[in-house]
């Protein structure tokens, strides 16, 4: 089993910036493909960025790219999203998900486990 917990979020003004951590325990994640996905009031959860066994190899949803930058310090068995230039549009609860399966993926069903997720709001 692996637990992920989610922490850094909170209130923000447009423009502003936010560092999310991802701290995984009970098993180590070095090897593993690590992403975020977020999901807004009334909207389907969807996916943010993803990085696998290595941070050259990352992938970002078209709406954030650019503004956010995922990454990894597996001394730490933690995962990171840096957010910047923040949006009102950015606002939604952020989640962070690991895959035991091989490739990195965008699709939700690609992960084997999730955090309980991190309330991001960025206010105009």
């Known amino acids: 089993q692996v637990q992920l917990v989610e922490s850094g979020g909170g209130l923000v003004q447009a423009g502003g910036s936010l560092r999310l951590s991802c701290a995984a325990s009970g098993r180590t994640i070095s090897s593993n493909a690590m992403a975020w996905f977020r999901q807004a009031p009334g909207k389907e959860r969807e996916f943010v960025a993803f990085t696998a066994w290595s941070d050259s190899i990352t992938s970002y949803a078209d709406s954030v790219k650019g503004r956010f930058t995922i990454s990894r310090d597996n001394a730490k068995n933690t995962v990171y999203l840096q957010m910047n230039s923040l949006k009102p549009e950015d606002t939604a609860v952020y989640y962070c998900?690991?895959?035991?399966?091989?490739?990195?993926?965008?699709?939700?069903?690609?992960?084997?486990?999730w955090g309980q997720g991190t309330q991001v709001t960025v206010s105009s």
């Open positions: 998900a690991a895959s035991y399966r091989g490739l990195p993926t965008s699709l939700r069903s690609g992960y084997d486990y």
